[in-house]
């Protein structure tokens, strides 16, 4: 029988067995908000993020991509806001010293020591985390590391409209990594001190901003539909004003069903011209699109997509966790996607003492490992464990070289959902 609810507790413990996710800096005693991945974390990570921009820019006629620095010149932060205004509201325990988000408990009683009443007046804490450039540490060196990706493109924006001169309309996405100091970060990697966004910014025409934004809004089910998300999982929220990010003037926040609840996955943003006004009012340079063909001038709206890729890494680890029962036996496995599998394919011989099984055994991992990279080795154990770890780690298909090998060339290629086998020629691989 399949386990139809998956705890956090489930994706934690298979993550750190299986080298997806490690508590960052661990054997030192870890540190919050930080996290590594191991050798099936990273590979998963990077076929998430390949997918992406395969999606969203490869496949796409209207979308150019930038990599912007992590660190930005600091009047691109007092532009934008977010000197002012990317805070929370912090309290403190006056009997544990514990800090929390004031929104995010509840403030009467606190949630480490149980006491009430300790809890003062909540304070607004900046979430950017400063750094400072060059030898001397003083006010006039300040900088921050980006708490999030979208203004390396903004400021890039006329870059990109002088040298390639775009149709209207077009995006311009990055992924690359954001800094947030979280006042208490949670929930395993749904809430973290480093993260890593996939963004695009997309300028229309401020008469066109609701088509785009129905057009957004429909491709990123394609998006949840490729990474394996249940669709009932998925819940839309039209953010009511007062919640509202300052530069928004629309948000939906996808919703899914994460085993800690329904929390947000994603949002789409529609950002106005705010970020591009406000860009040029700092500097003073022109930030006006020239419609081809024409003299009309006017400053584009901005639809944002945005996704955490360690929200989304999250999800489908959750989704694809899966329990169920062979021939009385309790069995783990990961249903992953195909395209987002660490490992494509297993290669075991069915007797590793078996010198004529191994050879043969080599030549089609070898011939597997180059037409598709990710392809295992597994020669460790019986087959039934070789089994059971390859679903951990949610490999679709286990090919396995037999002494019916050498007489037929053909091997027995079992299946990962069904546990199903059947006999494949060689060359049908």
Not at 174 to 185: D, H, L, T, V
Not at 348 to 363: D, I, Y
């Amino acid at each position: 029988m399949t386990k139809k609810k998956t705890d956090l507790e489930d994706i934690v413990s298979l993550a750190k067995r299986r080298g997806f996710i490690y508590q960052g800096s661990e054997v030192y005693g870890g540190i919050s908000g930080f996290y590594d991945y191991g050798p099936f974390g990273v590979t998963l990570k990077r076929n998430i993020t390949n997918l992406w921009w395969k999606m969203f820019v490869d496949g796409r006629e209207d979308i150019l991509g930038v990599d912007a620095a992590i660190i930005m010149n600091p009047k691109v932060w007092q532009a934008s806001g977010h000197v002012d205004t990317f805070t929370d509201p912090l309290v403190e325990c006056k009997n544990c010293n514990s800090r929390f988000r004031a929104d995010k408990i509840d403030v009467s009683k606190c949630p480490n020591c149980g006491k009430s009443g300790t809890f003062g007046e909540a304070k607004m804490f900046n979430m950017m985390f400063k750094t400072n450039i060059g030898p001397i540490d003083s006010d006039d060196s300040i900088a921050y590391l980006r708490p999030e990706t979208a203004q390396g493109i903004f400021t890039n924006y006329k870059n990109i409209v002088d040298t390639i001169y775009p149709d209207m309309p077009f995006g311009v996405a990055q992924i690359g990594k954001a800094f947030r100091n979280e006042i208490s970060p949670r929930d395993f990697i749904f809430r973290v001190r480093e993260l890593e966004q996939m963004e695009v910014e997309y300028f229309v025409h401020p008469d066109e901003w609701e088509k785009s934004f129905e057009k957004w809004r429909t491709d990123i089910y394609v998006w949840f539909k490729a990474l394996g998300l249940d669709a009932a999982k998925i819940h839309e929220l039209d953010v009511p004003d007062n919640d509202r990010a300052h530069y928004s003037k629309r948000t939906i926040d996808f919703e899914y069903e994460f085993p800690i609840g329904k929390e947000e996955l994603m949002g789409l943003a529609y950002r106005t011209d705010f970020d591009l006004l406000n860009i040029q009012k700092a500097t003073g340079k022109s930030m006006e699109y020239i419609q081809k063909g024409s003299n009309n001038k006017f400053i584009p709206h901005v639809i944002e997509p945005s996704f955490g890729l360690e929200r989304v890494m999250m999800a489908v680890l959750a989704e694809a966790y899966t329990e169920d029962e062979i021939n009385g036996d309790k069995r783990i496995y990961l249903k992953l996607p195909p395209e987002l599998a660490p490992i494509k394919f297993c290669v075991s011989p069915l007797l590793k003492n078996k010198p004529e099984l191994v050879k043969k055994a080599r030549e089609i991992y070898v011939n597997l490992q180059k037409k598709y990279h990710n392809v295992m080795w597994d020669d460790n154990g019986n087959i039934g464990k070789r089994y059971r770890r390859q679903d951990e780690i949610g490999t679709p298909k286990c090919v396995v070289i037999d002494f019916d090998t050498l007489a037929d060339d053909t091997v027995t290629v079992r299946d990962r959902d069904t546990t199903k086998q059947k006999r494949v020629s060689v060359k049908d691989l």
